[in-house]
């Protein structure tokens, strides 16, 4: 028995990088390809959306001098380099998998429909989207929600290198505490930052809960596919 039938699954750009200033660590890959893996074969149906910072982000361009819709396009891209490593890790442990793209780039992935993301999930495929929403000055959080919602996903898992959502920034405030509940409006009212707030509120609105969990853990996406309490979970 699954807790979920059909998720979304954010990985984090960031978190791809393992301990390398940046790019891709090949063992981290490798790491969370096995770990979907492990979730196809109890045969829930997956929606990955990973993200950018890796490689790219629009703001840090912009601060750089460069055009903000240039760099945010360039953010996208970084985005489809992560989808097309996870799609050739996955396919290299023989994990079925397609990339759908927000932008259209044939013969690099397939240009996005929701009919398409369907009709791979119902297959038993792994879907990657990539290239976020198909535009600037949006994140892949957003990204995620808004595919979540599309394909009308059970739970948005945002598998990142924290273990849930705190008081604060866990990454600079070493006293801030986990919450392993919280709901939507609390955490506008707190400020907290895990999420954007134009992904927190799409999911709010469109009644999709999200799970924040630590995917830089072996077993943390099989523990919460199971039911199993770790992580926190955002509900209404
Ligand atoms: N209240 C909070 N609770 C938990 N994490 C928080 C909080 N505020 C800020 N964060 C930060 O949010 C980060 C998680 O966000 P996310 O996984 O989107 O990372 P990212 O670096 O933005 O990745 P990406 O490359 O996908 O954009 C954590 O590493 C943590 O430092
Ligand atoms: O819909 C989107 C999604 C992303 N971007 C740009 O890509 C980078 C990388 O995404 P992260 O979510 O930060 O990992 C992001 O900083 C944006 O510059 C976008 O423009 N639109």
Redesign the pocket.
Same mark, same amino acid.
């Given at each position: 028995m699954t807790a979920y039938k059909r998720i979304l699954l954010k990985l984090s750009?960031e978190s791809l990088m393992g301990d390398q200033e940046y790019g891709i660590d090949q063992q981290r890959l490798k790491e969370y390809a096995e770990q979907i893996k492990e979730i196809a074969e109890m045969g829930v149906q997956i929606g990955i959306v990973i993200?950018?910072?890796n490689i790219?982000?629009?703001?840090s361009?912009a601060a750089n001098g460069f055009d903000r819709v240039k760099?945010?396009?360039?953010?996208?891209l *970084?985005?489809v380099i992560n989808s097309l490593a996870l799609n050739s890790a996955l396919s290299a442990i023989g994990v079925k998998s397609k990339v759908l793209t *927000?932008i259209r780039m044939e013969p690099v992935g397939e240009f996005y429909s929701k009919d398409k993301a369907i009709e791979t999930l119902e297959k038993g495929e792994v879907a990657i989207f990539s *290239?976020?929403?198909?535009?600037?000055?949006?994140?892949?959080?957003?990204?995620s929600s808004l595919r979540g919602i599309e394909i009308e996903a059970d739970v948005m898992l945002k598998g990142t290198r924290v273990d849930g959502i705190y008081t604060a920034d866990p990454e600079k405030d070493p006293s801030a505490k986990r919450f392993d509940k919280i709901s939507f409006d609390d955490i506008y009212h707190r400020g907290l930052k895990v999420m954007d707030l134009t992904a927190t509120t799409m999911c709010k609105e469109n009644n999709l809960p999200i799970v924040v969990f630590n995917m830089d853990i072996k077993g943390n996406l099989k523990k919460v596919i199971s039911g199993e309490d770790i992580g926190t979970l955002v509900h209404r």
């Open positions: 750009g993200g950018g910072g790219f982000r629009g703001l361009g760099g945010d396009q360039m953010g996208m *970084a985005t *927000a *290239a976020g929403t198909g535009n600037p000055y949006f994140t892949t959080d957003t990204g």
